[in-house]
């Protein structure tokens, strides 16, 4: 598994040049879920879920490439309880297209949230045109 946030920028630069690179980006809002679960079961159920697609897509020809979490989200339900960090759609979409698009890693990217509320990730994302 390739790891961006450990690669040098000729690394990153080398591999950016590769067709066959995807960049996963775990997605999970660090939010509230009880008091007996620490705040960040969305984002880590996001990174184990990136590990464990990784192996898949590298076996159907691909390189994956796993970015570091986005520990933030839009999280309606659990915005008024304490340690969650809430972000508005427009802040969270802006957020991942820039991480996407300005880390010059790969022509391609999945979003990976550790609980999957589709809605949410395609209103956050909208109709992204592919580059």
């Known amino acids: 598994?390739?790891?961006?946030?450990q690669l040098t920028a000729?690394?990153?630069?080398?591999?950016?040049?590769?067709?066959r690179a995807i960049v996963l980006l775990p997605l999970g809002a660090i939010e509230q879920h009880g008091p007996h679960l620490p705040l960040l079961v969305d984002w880590r159920g996001a990174e184990e879920l990136a590990?464990?697609?990784a192996p898949h897509l590298a076996r159907a020809g691909w390189r994956p490439v796993l970015a570091p979490p986005i520990p933030y989200g839009v999280?309606?339900?659990?915005?008024?309880?304490?340690?969650?960090?809430s972000l508005s759609v427009p802040t969270l979409r802006r957020l991942i297209v820039e991480v996407v698009t300005r880390a010059?890693?790969?022509?391609?990217a999945m979003?990976?949230?550790?609980?999957?509320?589709?809605?949410?990730?395609?209103?956050?994302?909208?109709?992204?045109?592919?580059?």
């Open 1 to 5: 598994m390739i790891r961006l946030a």
């Open 10 to 19: 000729p690394e990153a630069a080398t591999l950016a040049r590769d067709p």
């Open 51 to 53: 590990l464990r697609v």
């Open 75 to 85: 999280s309606t339900l659990a915005v008024g309880c304490p340690g969650t960090v």
């Open 104 to 108: 010059r890693t790969a022509r391609e």
């Open 111 to 131: 979003a990976l949230r550790g609980r999957l509320i589709a809605e949410q990730l395609v209103r956050a994302l909208g109709n992204r045109p592919r580059s």
